[in-house]
T-cell receptor, first 110, second 113 residues
Framework: GQQVMQIPQYQHVQEGEDFTTYCNSS?????IQWYKQRPGGHPVFLIQ?????EVKKQKRLTFQFGEAKKNSSLHITATQTTDVGTYFC??????????FGTGTRLQVFP | EADIYQTPRYLVIGTGKKITLECSQT?????MYWYQQDPGMELHLIHY???????EKGDLSSESTVSRIRTEHFPLTLESARPSHTSQYLC????????????FGNGTRLTVT
C-alpha cells in the first residue's frame, strides 16, 4: 500500500542552525500537507502544496513539492526554540483519506 | 481557538470496561476522522466519516466503533477495553471540498490497566 516516509526521524540542532526534513511517497500525490505537533499537543496545519515544483514560504519556513509530486521538503532557516516539535507531511490516498508520514522530531538547544 | 472538542482529556480505566470518547466540532464540517497515535509516533487513521450516517474504517484495524448521528458529533466506542488499546486518540474534522486541511482536537490519552 501507499507509504509516506520522512527522514530524518530525529534531528537535534543548536539554536540558529538550519533544519530540513524530507518526505517521500511511494506513489504520486495530488497534493501534500504539512503539520506541526508540539510536545504534548495536537497536529496543527501549516501549509498545502498542490503544483509540481511548487515552493511556498512562511517566514523562516520554506516548503517545496517535488517535480514528480512524490516528495516534499520543509526547511527552517535559523531555528528557534519555538520550532521544537514533530513535523509531519501528509498526502491523500484514494479519494481524500489523509495518510500521515512517519514524522521528524526536531529538538532545538539554546 | 478550539473549534473541535474532545473529552475526556485523560482516561485511566480497567480492562474489560466499555468506554466512549467524545468528539464535537462547531465548524459545520462534513468530514470527521479518528486517528490513533502512540507517543512520538506517526498517526494512524482508524475511522472516518463523510457526513451523517456515514462511517468507514481506516487503514489501521481497530476494535473500536464509531457513529455519526449528528454532523457535529463523532463519538468512538470501545466495548471492552484492553491494555493494547492504551494510546492517544485524536479526532479531526475538515470541509468536504477538495483536500481541505484537518483541524484536530486536543486528543484523549487513554490508559487501560
Amino acid at each position: 500500500g501507499q507509504q509516506v516516509m520522512q527522514i530524518p526521524q530525529y534531528q537535534h540542532v543548536q539554536e540558529g542552525e538550519d533544519f530540513t526534513t524530507y518526505c517521500n511517497s511511494s506513489t504520486t500525490l495530488s497534493n501534500i500537507q504539512w503539520y506541526k505537533q508540539r510536545p504534548g499537543g495536537h497536529p496543527v496545519f501549516l501549509i498545502q502544496l498542490v503544483k509540481s515544483g511548487e515552493v511556498k514560504k512562511q517566514k523562516r519556513l520554506t516548503f517545496q513539492f517535488g517535480e514528480a509530486k512524490k516528495n516534499s521538503s520543509l526547511h527552517i532557516t535559523a531555528t528557534q526554540t519555538t520550532d521544537v516539535g514533530t513535523y509531519f507531511c501528509a498526502g491523500p490516498r484514494n479519494t481524500d483519506k489523509l495518510i500521515f508520514g512517519t514524522g521528524t522530531r526536531l529538538q532545538v538547544f539554546p | 481557538e478550539a473549534d473541535i472538542y474532545q473529552t475526556p482529556r485523560y482516561l485511566v480505566i480497567g480492562t474489560g470496561k466499555k468506554i466512549t470518547l467524545e468528539c464535537s466540532q462547531t465548524m459545520g464540517h462534513d468530514k470527521m476522522y479518528w486517528y490513533q497515535q502512540d507517543p512520538g509516533m506517526e498517526l494512524h487513521l482508524i475511522h472516518y466519516s463523510y457526513g451523517v450516517n456515514s462511517t468507514e474504517k481506516g487503514d489501521l484495524s481497530s476494535e473500536s466503533t464509531v457513529s455519526r448521528i449528528r454532523t457535529e458529533h463523532f463519538p468512538l466506542t470501545l466495548e471492552s477495553a484492553r491494555p493494547s488499546h492504551t494510546s492517544q486518540y485524536l479526532c479531526a474534522s475538515s470541509r468536504m471540498e477538495g483536500y481541505s486541511p484537518l483541524h484536530f482536537g486536543n486528543g484523549t490519552r487513554l490508559t487501560v490497566t
